[in-house]
């Protein structure tokens, strides 16, 4: 049986950070992943440009944390690795960064796969040892610490089952979201072993689906929008900003954002209903005003209907409203009805909301409440937050602090 101080259980954002937080640290250190490289689900995020986080001070970012509760459970990781230590922690490593609009933080290249990289030779460097391919299958506590059963895999003939032993184990094995990336929800099944509980699970960040939805409009971007969550008649979230329709459905920050919210009414059975205000900074009467100084009779509707939206969009509106005249538009623009019939699972969902109950879970050092020496990171736990850098700030800053806990409890455990 081969011994370590720490084995760190997955090796996505958060187990990579937990693990770049160890890099270094003297100690014998072991990432396991199951695929043939880490960070998989990272070179999707920000399609493709890995928006690493967010750089609003605390006040404003912990808005953007869900459920209820969750922003108060974070502050401790928050301030102990913080949304600006992230970006001096990333240019330290290499990798200059960029923040752009809505404060969202990217690499300066524009690709993730540098993320990846500087993390992973930050790791290595540090005397970290990575084992692709190896599934956990097993973490069992006794007097001594934890055994964990690892099953080693080509990708295609399984191996025979090896056991390690470790003073510490942090499980980071990420959601349900993009399961072709290795996130198929494993953990959960592992921490229930150990006698914590799982929280509901469902897609957050993710496509919702119109009724009779017209393909016409799938590929047009709208910004500068008003997005309107209405759930049984009663309008509970207005957003403002970028909405896109795709071969999902509603997608975009907007969507993203009201998609939390409306996955738990349509899983209610509640009635739900999108309502876009294309000109959120006009009101009806100022639209009216216009319409009679501008519009003449030798311009074709259509045309003049263009200048409020982008051609593609044009004749999907028109559709919408079978009896649209110079009258009745005004009120159409600023109220265009997209009853919601479902949404995408995990297959395409950004992050998967639930899990960990935070209860379980000491916020002063990630540790289990139920089984010392287990730590989680990341999206195992019950919490998430909107789209634009928040669910890997927190991925970084629970892996960061699940890192630093339990490097202090393997020193406490050999009396230093």
Not at 139 to 151: C, E
Not at 170 to 182: E, F, M
Not at 265 to 270: E, V, Y
Request: glycine share 12%; with cysteine.
């Amino acid at each position: 049986m081969r011994y370590y101080d720490i084995v760190i259980v997955g090796g996505g954002a958060s187990g990579m950070m937990a693990a770049a937080s160890l890099s270094g640290s003297g100690k014998k250190v072991l990432l396991v992943e199951k695929n043939r490289i880490c960070g998989r689900k990272l070179l999707i995020t920000g399609k493709g440009r890995c928006n690493i986080t967010n750089a609003r001070p605390w006040e404003d970012f912990s808005r953007h944390i869900h459920p209820n509760g969750a922003a108060d459970y974070l502050k401790t990781a928050f301030h102990t690795f913080s949304n600006s230590d992230t970006v001096d922690f990333m240019e330290r490593l290499g990798l200059p960064t960029v923040v752009e609009r809505g404060d969202r933080v990217f690499p300066a290249s524009g690709r993730s796969s540098d993320v990846r990289d500087v993390l992973l030779r930050h790791i290595v460097q540090g005397g970290v040892e990575i084992m692709y391919l190896c599934d956990v299958i097993s973490v069992s506590l006794d007097s001594s610490g934890y055994r964990i059963g690892i099953v080693g895999t080509d990708g295609a003939e399984k191996m025979e089952v090896e056991f390690l032993f470790a003073r510490a184990v942090i499980l980071a094995t990420g959601g349900r979201s993009y399961p072709l990336t290795g996130s198929t929800g494993e953990g959960y099944a592992l921490a229930v072993s150990l006698g914590h509980s799982v929280t509901r699970l469902f897609p957050s960040l993710t496509a919702l689906v119109p009724e009779n939805y017209n393909r016409k409009l799938i590929g047009l971007t709208l910004k500068n929008v008003s997005l309107a969550l209405e759930i049984d008649g009663s309008v509970v979230q207005t957003e403002q900003g970028e909405l896109s329709f795709t071969s999902g459905g509603i997608e975009g920050a907007l969507g993203f954002r009201v998609s939390r919210n409306a996955v738990r009414a349509l899983d209610a059975g509640r009635k739900v209903r999108l309502l876009l205000d294309l000109k959120p900074g006009l009101t009806v009467g100022q639209i009216e005003r216009r319409i009679i100084r501008e519009y003449t009779s030798e311009l074709r509707f259509p045309v003049y209907v263009a200048s409020y939206m982008p051609m593609h969009a044009v004749g999907p509106f028109m559709e919408s409203f079978p009896r649209l005249d110079r009258k009745t538009l005004p009120g159409c623009l600023k109220n265009w009805v997209f009853p919601v019939k479902g949404y995408v699972g995990y297959d395409r969902a950004v992050v998967t909301a639930g899990g960990i109950p935070l209860k379980e879970v000491s916020r002063r050092t990630m540790e289990s409440k139920l089984s010392p020496g287990l730590f989680f990171a990341g999206e195992m736990l019950d919490i998430d937050g909107d789209t634009g850098g928040y669910n890997l700030q927190i991925a970084f800053s629970t892996g960061h602090l699940a890192a630093v806990s339990a490097l202090a409890r393997t020193e406490k455990a050999i009396g230093r």
